[in-house]
C-alpha cells in the first residue's frame, strides 16, 4: 500500500463547478504539499500546510492530522485549472517528500 | 530572478554515454534536490543536498552521481547511461527542508 495515496486519479468536471481532490497518508508527517504540474510539464507548489485551512483565490486546502487526509477544493473552475495536481509529505523522520502519483484534473468549458 | 534553471531541456544519449545535467537557483536557498519522474508515476528522489558541501542518497541513486558546487548549483551525472534512465529530470530547491520547494522547468533525457 502506498503510504500517499490520492483520489481520484482521474476527474473531469464542467467549468464552474467546485473541484475537490483528497490526499489520505499512513506515515506521521511534520508537512503536506499541494502541486500543480501543467500540461507542459511544469511544477508549480500551491500549499504547503502542517493545519488547518489555507486560501490562495479559488484554491483551498485543508488538513485533519488527527484523520491523515488533506483535501484541495477548487471553487469556480476554469479550463486553465486543468493539471496534475499532486500531493506529498513531509515525513517526521527523515527530510525526504513522499509524493502521491497526482490527479489529473480536466475543466471542459 | 530565474528561480530554478536547468540546462538542458532536452537530450538524447546513447546507451554508455556520459553527461550532466546542471541545475542553479537565485533565491540563495540552502536546500536542492534530483527528481526523476517517470511516465504515469510520481515524482522520486535521486539525491538531495541539505546544504553547501552536502550532498544524500534519495530513493533512486543507483547509476547517479550530484555534486554541490556551490550554494547556486547542483548537478546531476550519469557516467555510463542506461535506457532505464530515460526519464524526465526535475531540480528543485528550498530555503530549508520544511519549506516549500521551488522547481527548475525539468530536462528531457533519453538514452536510446
Known amino acids: 500500500k502506498n503510504e500517499v495515496e490520492q483520489s481520484p486519479q482521474n476527474l473531469t468536471a464542467q467549468e464552474g463547478e467546485f473541484i475537490t481532490i483528497n490526499c489520505s497518508y499512513s506515515v506521521g508527517i511534520s508537512a503536506l504539499h499541494w502541486l500543480q504540474q501543467h500540461p507542459g510539464g511544469g511544477i508549480v507548489s500551491l500549499f504547503m500546510l502542517s493545519s488547518g485551512k489555507k486560501k490562495h483565490g479559488r484554491l483551498i486546502a485543508t488538513i485533519n492530522i488527527q484523520e491523515k487526509h488533506s483535501s484541495l477544493h477548487i471553487t469556480a473552475s476554469h479550463p486553465r485549472d486543468s493539471a496534475v495536481y499532486i500531493c506529498?509529505?513531509?515525513?517526521?523522520?527523515?527530510?525526504?517528500?513522499?509524493w502521491g502519483a497526482g490527479t489529473k484534473l480536466i475543466i471542459k468549458p | 530572478n530565474a528561480g530554478v534553471t536547468q540546462t538542458p531541456k532536452f537530450q538524447v544519449l546513447k546507451t554508455g554515454q556520459s553527461m550532466t545535467l546542471q541545475c542553479a537557483q537565485d533565491m540563495n536557498h540552502n536546500s536542492m534536490y534530483w527528481y526523476r519522474q517517470d511516465p504515469g508515476m510520481g515524482l522520486r528522489l535521486i539525491y538531495y543536498s541539505a546544504s553547501e558541501g552536502t550532498t544524500d542518497k534519495g530513493e533512486v541513486p543507483n547509476g547517479y552521481n550530484v555534486s554541490r558546487l556551490n550554494k547556486r548549483e547542483f548537478s546531476l551525472r550519469l557516467e555510463s547511461a542506461a535506457p532505464s534512465q530515460t526519464s524526465v529530470y526535475f531540480c528543485?530547491?528550498?530555503?530549508?527542508?520544511?519549506?516549500?520547494?521551488?522547481f527548475g522547468p525539468g530536462t528531457r533525457l533519453t538514452v536510446l
Open positions: 528543485a530547491s528550498s530555503e530549508g527542508h520544511y519549506n516549500e520547494q521551488f
Open positions: 506529498a509529505v513531509l515525513g517526521n523522520s527523515n527530510y525526504q517528500l513522499i
